[in-house]
Structure formats: structure tokens, C-alpha cells
């Protein structure tokens, strides 16, 4: 069964920083690229980045203005977001996912709340 | 990259068939047949029902199909139960390996 497993969650002041953390199992996870998706309350999901099975490539929101890095420990079946200069504005929760080719996620995990306040 | 449109709310009763439109542009879901349909409870994860314009995953009911014509893609659900009460996203491939996600569709079964 495939299971995904955010955490790293929680309340940071403006500016902060906080990293994700996106546990693997069921599949095979060095095979597979992944996906952030955030969703800020009450509103619809929003793409955050992608990186390939490999590592090598990392694709990004232009709205994130290299504020945020994804990458992955393969030898650990783990996925992580760094984000950095937080904002108010990405106070979401944030749910990693599996992608089905390059288009579509086909499993979630079930999300971790970041909340950007002072 | 700007949110695919669809309608905020689309309400049906049970048995009847709905349609929820998601609608971008020549760059996004009129370039490439990819796009995904997601299907959401409240505060619950996302659940892929639909990939590439009208594929099903395995496990998906048959009463959910998806279909596209120009810049804008659609999903239908045919045979409205109460179990379709949820919110529903759209999604398409932009450019090299990017998305962008539609700004959500709330279904009401009365």
C-alpha cells in the first residue's frame, strides 16, 4: 500500500524558515518523480514544484521567486521542501504527492499545515 | 501562470448527470492532452479521478469521465450519488514539467 507521510509543519513568524519532510513507502520511490501542492484555507490547490526520480531536475512555481527548494534523499525513501523568507501568503497546508507520469499525482499524502504568522 | 477558471459551485439531485467545466488557454490545457481531474473531501487529501483528458485510474468509478475541446476541459459525472458531494479540481501540464491547478468546483447533490 502506498503511504505518504508529511511532517514539519507548524507556526513560523514572517521571514522564518521551515523544511518539510515527505515519508515514502509502498513503492518504489527512486523510480518515481515527486510533487508539493499547497492549498491556502479555503481555496483550490496550487502547484508548488516537481523534482524527477533522480534528483537532477527541479521545476518551481514562478510564484515562489527561489524562495523554496525541493529535493530527495533516494536512500531514504524522503522528499523535503525547504522554504525560506517565509510569507504570510504561504500559510497553507501542504501535501506531497506521487506522480503518475508527468502530469498527474495519483497519491497524496495528508498534508501538513504551515501557518505564517506574527 | 494563472489558475484554470471553473465554476465556483454546480448542484445536481440524485440520478442526474453534471458537467464542470475547466477552461485555460492555448499555452496550458489547449496545448497538451494532459489534463487531471481530482476529487476532494473537506479536509481530506486530493484523489486522482481523472489523467490525461479521460483516463480512469484503476478503482475509479466509470460514472466520472473527462473530455476536452479546445482551451477548455470538462468532467462529467454521470448517475449524481451523495458520495459525489465534494470539491473538484482541475489540473494541466503547462510547459516542460510545470502544472497549474483550476480554482475549484464545489459539488452539491441536493
Known amino acids: 500500500e502506498v503511504q505518504l507521510l508529511e511532517s514539519g509543519g507548524g507556526l513560523v513568524q514572517p521571514g522564518g524558515s521551515l523544511r518539510l519532510s515527505c515519508a515514502a513507502s509502498g513503492f518504489t520511490f527512486s523510480t518515481n518523480d515527486m510533487a508539493w501542492v499547497r492549498q491556502a484555507p479555503g481555496r483550490g490547490l496550487e502547484w508548488v514544484s516537481t523534482i524527477t526520480a533522480s534528483g537532477l531536475n527541479a521545476y518551481y512555481a514562478d510564484s515562489l521567486k527561489g524562495r523554496f527548494k525541493v529535493s530527495r534523499d533516494n536512500s531514504k525513501n524522503t522528499l523535503y521542501l525547504q522554504m525560506d523568507s517565509l510569507r504570510a501568503e504561504d500559510t497553507a497546508v501542504y501535501f506531497c504527492?506521487?506522480?503518475?507520469?508527468?502530469?498527474?499525482?495519483?497519491?497524496w499524502g495528508q498534508g501538513t499545515l504551515v501557518t505564517v504568522s506574527s | 501562470q494563472s489558475a484554470l477558471t471553473q465554476p465556483a459551485s454546480v448542484s445536481g439531485s440524485p440520478g442526474q448527470s453534471i458537467t464542470i467545466s475547466c477552461t485555460g488557454t492555448?499555452?496550458?490545457?489547449?496545448?497538451?492532452?494532459?489534463v487531471s481531474w481530482y476529487q476532494q473531501y473537506p479536509g481530506k487529501a486530493p484523489r486522482l479521478i481523472i489523467y490525461?483528458?479521460?483516463n480512469r485510474p484503476s478503482g475509479v468509478s466509470n460514472r466520472f469521465s473527462g473530455s476536452k475541446s479546445g482551451n477548455t476541459a470538462s468532467l462529467t459525472i454521470s448517475g449524481l450519488q451523495a458520495e459525489d458531494d465534494a470539491d473538484y479540481h482541475c489540473s494541466s501540464y503547462v510547459n516542460t514539467i510545470k502544472r497549474v491547478f483550476g480554482t475549484g468546483t464545489k459539488v452539491t447533490v441536493l
Open positions: 490525461e483528458v479521460s
Open positions: 504527492a506521487k506522480n503518475l507520469r508527468a502530469s498527474a499525482s495519483d497519491y
Open positions: 492555448s499555452s496550458d490545457v489547449g496545448a497538451y492532452d494532459y
